[in-house]
């Protein structure tokens, strides 16, 4: 599969923050990362950060469950 996991974890980014913040996404016209950088400071920190805490669940999630 081209891209493997990381191209999963893209989408999983890439609809997380599509759900959560519509505003931002109001068409498929641009690619994800585009619409990502093309926003102003404070509102791409915001987008960051989610995207951050997102991963940061989905680690500790993966190592909850590398456990059992």
């Known amino acids: 599969m081209e891209g493997g996991e990381y191209k999963v974890i893209y989408d999983q980014i890439h609809e997380w923050l599509k ?3 519509p505003e931002y996404f109001p068409s498929t016209k641009y690619e994800f990362v585009e619409i990502i ?5 404070q509102d791409y920190r915001l ?6 805490a997102l991963l940061n669940w ?3 999630f993966a190592d909850g469950f590398a456990k059992e």
């Open 19 to 21: 759900k959560k913040y």
């Open 37 to 41: 950088i093309s926003q102003k400071s």
């Open 47 to 52: 987008l960051t950060m989610e995207a951050l």
């Open 58 to 60: 989905m680690r500790k």
